[in-house]
């Protein structure tokens, strides 16, 4: 038995309850939880704009302590620390075996699914299923996780601070590092400062990008921002974005711009802010039945692309551990990105936080 928050219904408070949690299965990993990031993805679910099968325990970003493994298990044994990744890997689809694990077929289908990779629950209430968000399930004291979601770290690693790190920084380092490979010199900006907007920023610092124009409606998040590295601010409440992104680059627009919030219209305006040969790399997930509308006379006259970016284009086993260390090294800052720590029965008033626009990541903690 261990107490998890679960979705019932969409546009509903998450209840705070207990549940029944199994041992894990062949290649399944029972992990105890110590820090869980909450995100907009989680927001998205509970309002329905993420299709996902209820009851569902909630949460996919995380970090935690092994505490058993299911058979045939070899890369995390009892006692390793580490992070949850919300892209396991089956290691055998096309996708997999051509270097892409982030768009594996099984964990696509078992993320919609709500189950593991074989079609069924760890959680039960009342003998009944209850589902894993993105086979991670991170809002719960315990949850159980494929081997290939469990991304081992080094041992000094504070997991409530780089919990964070399996969702805001992978997703947001990777998406300039590796999705639109931003060269050094390069201009950059990122529509969004929540949690990974401010990842992409640094990310764009890591590659040396000559301007790095932040754009939010709050000034307390483009003031992180600026922390962070941003060498220029624009509030789009008081702007127009891509006026003032052109008027910094000469009238050219960016090379590279991203959209991190998971709105077609800012999507939109993004693509019009960069340059003719640029790039406009959408991170933010929108509804299903979204579209984006954008000019395919510029597009095409203007030889302009779009990218989308999901999980960074990273492969978690390689990348995450490597993310750490930039973290400890000080060269990522994750601090800034944490804004409060709360306890498991606190998390339906962090969402509040999180759409008031009060919060970057608030941390549910469970101890260790």
């Known amino acids: 038995m261990v107490k998890a928050a679960v979705m019932y219904q969409v546009r509903a408070p998450l209840v705070i309850e207990d549940v029944d949690l199994l041992e894990p299965g062949p290649g399944e990993v029972l992990v105890r939880m110590v820090g869980a990031g909450i995100c907009h993805s989680d927001w998205s679910v509970l309002q329905g704009k ?111 601070k780089v919990a964070v790190v399996g969702c805001a920084v992978i997703t947001g380092v990777g998406a300039v590092t590796t999705t639109a490979n931003v060269e050094v010199g390069a201009t950059v900006a990122i529509f969004g400062c929540g949690g990974v907007g401010l990842s992409a920023v640094q990310g764009a610092v890591l590659r040396g990008a000559s301007k790095v124009i932040a754009v939010d409606v709050l000034d307390s998040k483009l003031e992180l921002a600026g922390q962070l590295g941003a060498t220029h601010l624009v509030n789009a409440r008081r702007e127009d974005p891509v006026a003032r992104i052109r008027e910094l680059t000469g009238g050219a627009g960016v090379d590279y711009a991203f959209e991190v919030i998971g709105n077609p219209e800012v999507m939109a305006r993004a693509f019009e802010s960069t340059r003719r040969g640029g790039t406009c790399v959408i991170v933010g997930v929108a509804e299903p039945e979204a579209k984006l509308s954008v000019s395919p006379f510029d597009l095409v006259l203007q030889e302009k692309r779009i990218l989308g970016s999901l999980y960074g284009s990273l492969r978690p086993p390689v990348d995450i551990p490597r993310l750490v260390d930039l973290a400890l090294e000080g060269r990522i800052k994750l601090e800034p990105l944490i804004t409060r720590r709360v306890s498991l029965s606190e998390v339906n008033d962090a969402f509040e936080r999180l759409v008031r626009g009060e919060a970057v990541r608030s941390i549910v903690t469970f101890g260790g």
Not at 59 to 79: F, K, L
Not at 81 to 95: E, L, N, Q
Not at 104 to 112: G, P, Q, S
Request: with cysteine.
């Open 50 to 160: 993420i299709p996902i099968p209820v009851p569902a325990v909630l949460g996919h970003e995380g970090a935690g302590i092994v505490e058993r493994v299911g058979p045939g298990v070899t890369s995390v044994g009892p006692g390793d620390k580490v992070i949850i990744s919300w892209r396991p890997h089956c290691g055998r689809c096309f996708y997999c075996v051509t270097g892409r694990p982030n768009l594996c077929d099984a964990a696509t289908r078992a993320r919609f699914q709500g189950t593991l990779f074989d079609g069924t629950t760890r959680f039960k209430k009342n003998g009944r299923p209850v589902h894993h968000m993105a086979m991670a399930a991170t809002f719960a004291e315990y949850t159980v996780i494929p081997e290939t979601g469990a991304i081992k770290v080094r041992p000094d690693a504070p997991l409530e």
